[in-house]
């Protein structure tokens, strides 16, 4: 199985900070990689697709890049409601996977 | 709108079956891919299950294997999962998913999830 590993666990940010989150996969997915937001007590929503791709209605302050092992998602201009925690998932091979998580948290 | 309404969670004893509904609306159900996730309580995202929209094919994570079915019924627009020799490990929040069009294995609309307790 590919294990995806997320860092860090948790970020404190401020409004307005861009802020960085890293995913490794254990072997290589090519850009078979997603990026999920989690609020509490909700649903996850899917932001980025096939590593770079922004889901529909999400906005632009969203980004992600990489491929082979190394992923990152940015958020530019963090927001209240950005506040939340994010997970990649790699959709390259089964079992699908998820990494650990990161929350991003009120400075 | 698309709808993805999950039920038949509860508390159930280990050892015992249960089986997981979730009724879909606002969409063309027979067109897509179904997945079920789970989260424990205070825990991450686990991808559990995976069936193509016809049914042909099923994936299972490891860890249900041999212990849980994914199921459809495209005439009545639901997916279901049978969750047999359940363990307390099992206690989690279930999602359903549906595959996005942008490629079946991302999951682009969830439910809210319904709650399953094992426990004696």
């Known amino acids: 199985d590919i294990q995806m590993t997320q860092s860090p666990s948790s970020v404190s940010a401020s409004i307005g900070d861009r802020v960085t989150i890293t995913c490794r996969a254990s072997q290589a997915i090519s850009n078979w990689l997603a990026w999920y937001q989690q609020k509490p007590g909700k649903a996850p929503k899917l932001l980025i697709y096939?590593?770079?791709s922004l889901q529909s209605g999400v906005p632009p302050r969203f980004s992600g890049s990489g491929s082979g092992t190394d992923f990152t998602l940015t958020i530019s201009n963090l927001q209240p409601e950005d506040f939340a925690s994010y997970y990649c998932?790699?959709?390259?091979?089964?079992?699908?996977?998820f990494g650990g998580g990161t929350k991003v948290e009120i400075k | 709108q698309v709808q993805l309404v999950e039920s038949g969670g509860g508390v159930v004893q280990p050892g015992r079956s249960l089986r997981l509904s979730c009724a879909a609306s606002?969409?063309?159900?027979?067109?897509?891919?179904m997945h079920w996730v789970r989260q424990a309580p205070g825990k991450g995202l686990e991808w559990v299950a995976l069936?193509?929209?016809?049914?042909?094919?099923?994936y299972y994570a490891d860890s249900v294997k041999g212990r849980f079915t994914i199921s459809r019924d495209n005439s009545k627009n639901t997916l279901y999962l049978q969750m047999n020799s359940l363990r307390a490990e099992d206690t989690a929040v279930h999602y359903c998913?549906?595959?996005?069009?942008?490629?079946?294995?991302?999951?682009?609309?969830w439910g809210l999830g319904t709650l399953v307790t094992v426990s004696s």
């Open positions: 069936i193509l929209s016809d049914g042909s094919n099923k």
């Open positions: 998913a549906r595959g996005s069009s942008s490629g079946y294995f991302y999951s682009d609309y």
């Open positions: 998932q790699q959709v390259n091979s089964f079992p699908l996977t």
């Open positions: 096939a590593a770079s």
């Open positions: 606002g969409f063309t159900f027979s067109g897509y891919a």
